[in-house]
């Protein structure tokens, strides 16, 4: 691609496309993922053959990954989506805590004495600042007494795409199950503002309490 250089041109870790390749498979088969892949005009990282590889080696761009979501969104709908991206963000959240030193650290001791809102607040902006080098796209995390927020800008999982809810289902997954790996607990995350929807940022909340069980 020509765009290399700009930040959107910057290349995504292969594991990522194939967390994604494996849920499409898992979930509509896999000539639903090469017909994906065809659809898309980006055949060359899939055409039936070998899957990407599971590793962190340089893969498509971020561009290229935001044509392949809207392509997916387009072909396979919202609904069809959801399930896909939600599976993907957790498998390439379980994927970073092992293999990112920044995320492995928080498994320490001096992490499991925390307040559990310190431990939020602080896996929330280590994996925010994961995905921020990952997709080369502004993330910010901040709480309130309405809960916690990571706020996306120039958000890569929606662009080029428009909706009428909510469609970034992929960090819905990622921040969920950061926060379940700190802190032992399901807590609500939902996106609350989506650019797809006219939204000036994407913006996901986590709830202050967790669900009930
Ligand atoms: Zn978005």
Redesign the pocket.
């Known amino acids: 691609m020509s765009d290399r250089a700009t930040p959107a041109g910057q290349q995504v870790p292969s594991q990522v496309l194939r967390q994604v390749c494996d849920s499409v498979i898992d979930n509509l088969g896999e000539r639903s993922l090469r017909m994906l892949f065809a659809q898309s005009g980006l055949q060359h990282y899939y055409n039936g053959g070998a899957l990407p590889p599971d590793d962190d080696t340089p893969s498509m761009t971020v561009t290229e990954l935001s044509h392949l979501f809207a392509t997916a969104f387009r072909i396979f709908g919202e609904r069809g989506m959801r399930p896909i991206l939600l599976r993907a963000g957790r498998t390439s959240l379980k994927h970073f805590r092992e293999s990112n030193k920044t995320l492995a650290a928080l498994a320490g001791a001096a992490f499991k004495v925390l307040p559990t809102d310190a431990k939020i607040k602080l896996v929330l902006s280590r994996s925010a600042k994961i995905a921020e080098e990952l997709l080369h796209a502004p993330h910010r995390t901040y709480d309130t007494d309405a809960g916690f927020f990571v706020e996306?800008s120039a958000?890569?999982?929606?662009?080029g795409s428009q909706a009428e809810q909510?469609?970034?289902f992929f960090?819905l997954g990622f921040y969920g199950e950061a926060i379940r790996w700190a802190t032992g607990a399901t807590y609500p995350v939902e996106?609350v503002e989506?650019?797809?929807q006219g939204g000036k940022h994407?913006l996901i909340r986590i709830g202050r309490q967790p669900e009930a069980v």
């Open positions: 996306i958000c890569p999982y929606c662009a909510p469609i970034c960090p996106e989506c650019i797809a994407c």
